[in-house]
């Protein structure tokens, strides 16, 4: 009786791949994808602000709105200095006692004032306007007239921004917003289009 003997040159038996492959492939694609939507939610976001900063700049150099750094703490706490207020251009029938208003100093023109109305007296030429910052315990020592048929009348006030917001109004500065808002529009969409090459598998010779 012959025993059948294996050689040991014999090539071994090919290990079958194991049963968790397909599966262990799997966390590392779900890591891709939300890579892919992290991406393009931060991308829709730039774009938003980018959106927005060209917009509250073309607003605001179309006149319809006004924006102004406050320069002290005569309104705090409401306003506390450094803050910007967005003032909207409105009829100066529409003021009232409270509303807190851009105007410049009768006595120093070239300076802006962010005060609060406390008396409005009634002229032949226009209402008459009586103003005092919040934290003041006198009431400004001026009146004011308002120029022509609309006042600013500030709608919002965002704490902190500083006084950068002033050079919109200048020519340089509002060129440097737009091309700052055109950079994270281009860049917001060539993130969102970007897409990552495949690695290449490699393949291993025995």
Do not use: C
Not at 118 to 134: N, Y
């Amino acid at each position: 009786m012959k025993l059948a003997v294996r050689s040991a040159t014999a090539e071994p038996a090919e290990a079958p791949e194991p049963a968790g492959t397909p599966d262990a492939e799997r966390p590392a694609g779900r890591r891709h994808w939300a890579h892919r939507a992290l991406s393009a939610l931060l991308s829709l976001l730039v774009v938003v602000l980018a959106v927005g900063f060209a917009l509250a700049a073309y607003a605001i150099k179309s006149g319809h709105w006004e924006a102004s750094s406050v320069l002290s703490g005569s309104m705090e706490p409401k306003l506390p200095t450094g803050s910007v207020v967005i003032a909207q251009r409105e009829p100066v029938s529409s003021l009232t006692v409270g509303d807190v208003v851009i105007f410049h100093r009768p006595d120093e023109p070239e300076r802006q004032v962010v005060h609060r109305i406390v008396r409005i007296t009634p002229s032949a030429e226009g209402p008459v306007l009586e103003t005092k910052g919040d934290a003041n315990r006198t009431q400004d020592p001026w009146r004011v007239r308002p120029e022509g048929d609309t006042a600013w009348i500030v709608r919002h006030d965002v704490p902190y921004v500083g006084y950068a917001v002033t050079a919109i109004h200048t020519e340089t500065g509002f060129r440097i917003l737009l091309g700052a808002a055109a950079v994270l529009i281009l860049g917001g969409v060539a993130v969102l289009l970007w897409r990552p090459r495949k690695p290449t598998p490699q393949t291993t010779t025995p």
